[in-house]
């Protein structure tokens, strides 16, 4: 039987230095991932932490860290029940160039069996880095609303 996994690919105009920038800083996180802020040092077996408006709401530890090249951490949900009984998952960054363009291949996977988690992220994550490839290439992030991603389950 095979595990469930997430896999999300899509091409941006940018450098994989500004993507790589969009993906761990802070300030930037924040602009098009809700209000969401990611901290951390980034440094292998660091913790992570992915704070909304104030509240964690997602926990990890850094298992790689390749600038500009590779990011992989843990991923425990913190707010629901269900999904903070549930072990960690995996999720895997990696950045390829490609002339003006870079192939972002996002993976999150290693969940538990009958994980609450996996449908959340499936909706979650089109929506952030749709809006992480919008600013990167217009300067603007979407403004998707919250509901719209049928995550408040998760949440």
Same mark, same amino acid.
């Given at each position: 039987m095979s595990r469930p996994e997430f896999v999300y690919v899509t091409y941006i105009e940018t450098t994989r230095e500004k993507l790589w920038q969009a993906l761990t800083g802070s300030e930037f996180t924040k602009r098009y991932w809700f209000n969401t802020e990611l901290r951390s040092d980034w440094s292998v %077996?660091?913790?992570l932490a992915l704070v909304m408006d104030g509240q964690v709401t997602d926990t990890g530890t850094v298992l790689e860290c390749d600038p500009p090249k590779r990011l992989s951490y843990t991923f425990h949900? *913190? $707010?629901n029940e269900k999904a903070r009984k549930e072990r960690p998952s995996r999720v895997t960054f990696v950045l *390829?160039?490609?002339g003006k363009l870079v192939k972002l291949t996002l993976t999150h996977d290693d969940f538990a069996p009958d994980s609450v988690v #996996?449908? %959340?992220i499936s909706k979650g994550w089109p929506a #952030? $880095?749709?809006s992480l490839k919008s600013l990167l290439e217009?300067? *603007?992030p979407l403004v998707i609303p919250f509901e719209a991603m049928e995550i408040a389950a998760v949440r």
């Open positions: %077996g660091s913790p949900h *913190e $707010l *390829e160039a490609y #996996i449908d %959340g #952030i $880095l749709a217009r300067n *603007e």
